[in-house]
């Protein structure tokens, strides 16, 4: 299971708890800034890490490798998790 969590404070909850699964710490708040609905790949991280360079005044290329590595987190997760099985059969899951 993979819990993606709302920033670093997020993880030291979840590592402390008895939870278990791998987490994915999402340091990316989508409620502020744009977002706009037909911008998918690296167009949406150039909007997205233009926007938090800004907003943070912090480096472009540091916002980029970081929303970078969000997505890969989150890509290499399900390429290794996406078949589940009913009945003893193996199903793809179909929300990645």
């Known amino acids: 299971m993979l819990h993606i969590l709302n920033g670093d404070g ?11 699964g791998e987490c ?3 340091r990316e708040a ?7 609905c037909k911008t998918t790949g690296n167009d ?9 360079a800004k907003t943070y005044e912090q480096d472009i ?3 980029r490798n970081t929303l970078l590595h ?12 996406n078949q589940a099985s009913v009945d003893g059969k ?3 899951i179909l929300v990645p």
């Open 30 to 36: 989508l409620a502020l800034g744009p977002t706009p």
């Open 24 to 26: 994915l710490v999402w």
């Open 70 to 81: 969000q997505e890969q987190g989150l890509q290499e997760f399900w390429e290794g998790h």
């Open 61 to 63: 290329a540091r916002c």
């Open 90 to 92: 193996p199903t793809r």
């Open 10 to 20: 997020s993880a030291r909850v979840f590592r402390e708890s008895t939870l278990t």
């Open 44 to 52: 949406w991280n150039e909007v997205r890490a233009a926007h938090l």
